[in-house]
C-alpha cells in the first residue's frame, strides 16, 4: 500500500449501480437507449453484466464495424443497415452495443430493421443498446425500448479514481508520495461528486499535478473547473465574488436566522431531525442590498454561488425554456452545497398568458423541483414586485421565510457611511456620520453610496479633500425613490407587514 493510501482511513469498495441495466436484460427487453458520454465505462460494465449472464457482447461502431468485446475476433466492417441486417439474420443471444447510431434512426430501413429485430429476436434474448450522449427514439420503437442512464460514480468510485491519478503522479516523480490528508480527501472527494468519472479524474489531476498535494486551497479552482463542465449551456454564472455581511449595513434578523440553520446546512451530526434548509425570499424596495445579501449568503455560508439568468433561459421553441430550467437546476444540484440566486424572479415567472403558457410551465417545473430537491441547494430569490409573484410561489411552505427589505433606518444609515467611507479609504473619523444618516432619511443603501460618490467626483475636479459639507450637499440634491415612488413604496410597506419578516 502506497503512502498516500495511508494517510487516509477509507476502505474502498469498487461498486456501480448497475442493477436496473441487469434487469433490462434479463427480462429481454429488445432495445435499450443509453445516454452517457462515458462510453467506456459503459461498456465497461455491461462486460461485467454480461458475464454474469453468461452471454457475449458486441459492439458497433460506424469506424471498426461489428467486433466481439468478450474474446478476440476479427471485426467485420458493416454499414449501420448491414450490421442490422446481420443481426436480423445470424445474431446470437446476447449485447449488441451500437455506438453513436442516433442519427441513422431517422432512416426509415434502420428504423424498419430496428423493430424487426425487437419483434422477432426481442423474446430470444438479444439486446440492443444503443449507446449515445442523447437518444431520441421514433415513436414506432418506444413500446419495445426502455430508456435508462449509468449512475455518476459513487463515492468509492470516485476515491479509487483519485487514488489512481495520486499512484500515476507518483510513478512520474520518482516515487514520491502525494501528500494528502484525511478532511482534505474528504472535501476533494465531495466537491467532485455530480461529475462523470473522466471528468472527475481530470479535475483530480489538476489539483495533484499542481504541487503532489491534496489540500483545501485545490477546492475553491475545483468549483470553478466543476461548473464549467457542468453548465454548458451558459444558463447559470458563477459568481466568483461574494460578499461578507460586514459588507452590508443592517441585515441583523436575517443574519441570525441564517446561522441557526448552518450547522443543519452542512449536515452537521445531530442536525439529522431537522429538515434542510429550502431557500428565503426577499422582497423589498430597489437599491436596498437584496442582491448584496444573496452574496453575503454564499459567503458565510462559505459555498459557491449560483445565479440563474431568467432571460437566457426562455427560448422561442416549445418545452425548450422547460428543459433549459431542468437542467439548471440539475447543474445546482451536482454542485451542493451551494447557494442558487434567482435575482428579480417576478420578471421570470409573471403570471399572465402573453406567453403561450411557457411561465406557467417555468413555474411548475420550478415549484416542483422545489418541493422535491434532496440535494442541499439554498435558494435565495429576491423580488421588487410582490404584485406580479404567483400566488403559488408565495405561499407559507415554499420558502423557509419571506423576508422583507425595507429602507434602512437611521442607526444602519449610519452603518452604510462607514462603509463606503471606509471602502473608499477616507478617513471615517473626519464625518459626522449621525448627521449624514439623520440627513438621510428615505435614502437606500445604494443612493447612500451614489451621494459619496458623486461628492467624491465634484471634489477630484476641484483637486481638494472630500468633505462633511459636500457630501451633505449632494444628499440634499437627490430625490430618492422613497419620493419618487411613494405611492408604491408606501403599498409594499403595507402588504409586507404582516406577512413578511423584517431583514432588520
Same mark, same amino acid.
Given at each position: 500500500?502506497?503512502?498516500?493510501?495511508k494517510?487516509?482511513c477509507?476502505?474502498?469498495?469498487?461498486?456501480?449501480?448497475?442493477?436496473?441495466?441487469?434487469l433490462?436484460?434479463?427480462?429481454?427487453? @429488445?432495445i435499450?437507449?443509453?445516454?452517457?458520454?462515458?462510453e467506456?465505462?459503459?461498456?465497461?460494465?455491461?462486460?461485467?453484466?454480461?458475464?454474469?449472464?453468461?452471454? @457475449?457482447?458486441?459492439?458497433?461502431?460506424?469506424?471498426?464495424?461489428?467486433?466481439?468485446l468478450?474474446?478476440?475476433?476479427?471485426a467485420q466492417?458493416?454499414d449501420?443497415?448491414?450490421?442490422?441486417?446481420?443481426?436480423?439474420?445470424?445474431?446470437?443471444?446476447?449485447?449488441?452495443?451500437?455506438?453513436?447510431?442516433? @442519427?441513422?434512426?431517422?432512416?426509415?430501413?434502420h428504423?424498419r430493421?430496428l423493430?424487426?429485430?425487437?419483434?422477432?429476436?426481442?423474446?430470444r434474448?438479444?439486446?440492443?443498446?444503443?449507446?449515445?450522449?442523447?437518444?431520441?427514439?421514433p415513436?414506432?420503437? *418506444?413500446?419495445f425500448?426502455a430508456?435508462?442512464?449509468?449512475?455518476l460514480?459513487?463515492?468509492d468510485?470516485?476515491?479509487?479514481?483519485?487514488?489512481?491519478?495520486?499512484?500515476?503522479?507518483?510513478q512520474?516523480?520518482?516515487?514520491t508520495?502525494v501528500?494528502?490528508?484525511?478532511?482534505?480527501l474528504?472535501?476533494l472527494?465531495?466537491?467532485?461528486?455530480?461529475l462523470?468519472?473522466?471528468?472527475a479524474?481530470?479535475?483530480?489531476?489538476?489539483?495533484?499535478?499542481?504541487?503532489?498535494a491534496?489540500?483545501?486551497?485545490?477546492i475553491?479552482e475545483?468549483?470553478?473547473?466543476?461548473?464549467?463542465l457542468?453548465?454548458r449551456?451558459g444558463v447559470?454564472?458563477?459568481?466568483y465574488?461574494?460578499?461578507?455581511?460586514?459588507d452590508?449595513?443592517g441585515?441583523?434578523?436575517?443574519?441570525?436566522?441564517?446561522?441557526h %440553520?448552518?450547522?443543519?446546512?452542512?449536515?452537521? *451530526?445531530?442536525?439529522?431531525?431537522f429538515?434542510?434548509p429550502?431557500?428565503?425570499l426577499?422582497?423589498?424596495?430597489?437599491?436596498?442590498?437584496?442582491?448584496?445579501?444573496?452574496?453575503?449568503?454564499?459567503?458565510?455560508?462559505?459555498? @459557491?454561488?449560483?445565479?440563474?439568468?431568467?432571460?437566457s433561459?426562455?427560448?422561442?421553441?416549445?418545452?425548450? *425554456?422547460?428543459?433549459?430550467?431542468?437542467?439548471?437546476l440539475?447543474?445546482?444540484?451536482?454542485?451542493?452545497?451551494?447557494?442558487l440566486w434567482?435575482?428579480?424572479?417576478?420578471?421570470?415567472?409573471?403570471?399572465?398568458?402573453?406567453?403561450?403558457?411557457?411561465?406557467?410551465?417555468?413555474?411548475?417545473?420550478?415549484?416542483?423541483w422545489m418541493?422535491?430537491?434532496?440535494?442541499?441547494?439554498?435558494?435565495?430569490?429576491?423580488?421588487n414586485?410582490?404584485?406580479?409573484?404567483?400566488?403559488?410561489?408565495? %405561499?407559507?411552505g415554499?420558502f423557509?421565510?419571506?423576508?422583507?427589505?425595507?429602507?434602512?433606518?437611521?442607526?444602519?444609515?449610519?452603518?452604510?457611511?462607514?462603509?463606503?467611507?471606509?471602502?473608499?479609504?477616507?478617513?471615517?473619523?473626519?464625518?459626522?456620520?449621525p448627521?449624514?444618516?439623520?440627513?438621510?432619511?428615505?435614502?437606500?443603501?445604494?443612493e447612500?453610496?451614489?451621494?459619496?460618490?458623486?461628492?467624491?467626483?465634484g471634489f477630484?475636479?476641484?483637486?481638494?479633500?472630500?468633505?462633511?459639507?459636500?457630501?451633505?450637499?449632494a444628499?440634499q440634491?437627490?430625490? !430618492?425613490?422613497?419620493?419618487?415612488?411613494a405611492?408604491?413604496?408606501l403599498?409594499?410597506?403595507?402588504?409586507?407587514q404582516?406577512?413578511?419578516? !423584517?431583514?432588520?
Amino acid at each position: 500500500m502506497s503512502r498516500f493510501e495511508k494517510e487516509e482511513c477509507f476502505k474502498i469498495f469498487l461498486m456501480t449501480d448497475t442493477q436496473d441495466i441487469e434487469l433490462l436484460i434479463k427480462s429481454r427487453t @429488445p432495445i435499450i437507449a443509453m445516454e452517457s458520454h462515458e462510453e467506456l465505462r459503459v461498456l465497461t460494465t455491461l462486460l461485467a453484466i454480461a458475464k454474469r449472464l453468461d452471454q @457475449p457482447v458486441f459492439r458497433w461502431s460506424v469506424t471498426d464495424g461489428l467486433q466481439r468485446l468478450d474474446i478476440k475476433l476479427p471485426a467485420q466492417s458493416l454499414d449501420p443497415a448491414a450490421v442490422l441486417r446481420h443481426i436480423k439474420k445470424h445474431a446470437q443471444i446476447g449485447v449488441y452495443v451500437l455506438l453513436d447510431f442516433h @442519427p441513422y434512426l431517422v432512416e426509415p430501413v434502420h428504423m424498419r430493421l430496428l423493430k424487426d429485430i425487437a419483434v422477432s429476436h426481442g423474446s430470444r434474448g438479444i439486446s440492443l443498446v444503443l449507446l449515445s450522449h442523447q437518444v431520441e427514439l421514433p415513436g414506432e420503437l *418506444t413500446k419495445f425500448a426502455a430508456k435508462t442512464k449509468l449512475a455518476l460514480p459513487t463515492d468509492d468510485e470516485l476515491m479509487q479514481a483519485v487514488r489512481e491519478v495520486a499512484n500515476e503522479w507518483s510513478q512520474h516523480n520518482e516515487h514520491t508520495a502525494v501528500k494528502a490528508k484525511s478532511e482534505a480527501l474528504k472535501i476533494l472527494i465531495k466537491n467532485l461528486k455530480g461529475l462523470t468519472l473522466r471528468d472527475a479524474q481530470r479535475l483530480a489531476r489538476n489539483a495533484i499535478y499542481d504541487d503532489g498535494a491534496i489540500t483545501a486551497s485545490d477546492i475553491p479552482e475545483i468549483q470553478k473547473a466543476k461548473y464549467q463542465l457542468l453548465n454548458r449551456e451558459g444558463v447559470l454564472s458563477f459568481e466568483y465574488d461574494t460578499a461578507k455581511f460586514s459588507d452590508i449595513g443592517g441585515f441583523r434578523h436575517l443574519k441570525t436566522w441564517l446561522e441557526h %440553520r448552518r450547522d443543519t446546512f452542512y449536515g452537521v *451530526t445531530g442536525t439529522e431531525q431537522f429538515d434542510q434548509p429550502k431557500g428565503v425570499l426577499l422582497l423589498g424596495v430597489q437599491g436596498c442590498g437584496k442582491s448584496l445579501a444573496a452574496k453575503a449568503i454564499a459567503g458565510s455560508f462559505a459555498v @459557491p454561488l449560483l445565479r440563474m439568468d431568467f432571460g437566457s433561459i426562455y427560448n422561442k421553441y416549445h418545452g425548450e *425554456t422547460e428543459r433549459n430550467l431542468r437542467e439548471s437546476l440539475q447543474t445546482a444540484e451536482a454542485m451542493a452545497p451551494c447557494i442558487l440566486w434567482i435575482d428579480e424572479i417576478e420578471k421570470g415567472i409573471a403570471s399572465g398568458d402573453n406567453d403561450g403558457g411557457t411561465s406557467k410551465r417555468v413555474l411548475a417545473t420550478l415549484l416542483t423541483w422545489m418541493a422535491e430537491k434532496k440535494q442541499a441547494v439554498f435558494l435565495v430569490a429576491t423580488a421588487n414586485d410582490i404584485t406580479s409573484l404567483p400566488p403559488e410561489l408565495v %405561499r407559507k411552505g415554499r420558502f423557509d421565510e419571506i423576508f422583507f427589505v425595507d429602507l434602512p433606518v437611521e442607526d444602519v444609515r449610519a452603518g452604510i457611511f462607514d462603509i463606503h467611507l471606509r471602502k473608499r479609504q477616507l478617513v471615517v473619523g473626519t464625518f459626522d456620520l449621525p448627521a449624514l444618516a439623520a440627513a438621510s432619511d428615505g435614502f437606500s443603501g445604494a443612493e447612500i453610496e451614489q451621494s459619496i460618490v458623486s461628492a467624491l467626483y465634484g471634489f477630484h475636479a476641484a483637486k481638494t479633500e472630500l468633505s462633511q459639507q459636500a457630501v451633505l450637499d449632494a444628499i440634499q440634491n437627490t430625490k !430618492p425613490l422613497s419620493v419618487l415612488m411613494a405611492e408604491k413604496i408606501l403599498y409594499l410597506r403595507s402588504w409586507a407587514q404582516d406577512r413578511t419578516v !423584517p431583514c432588520d
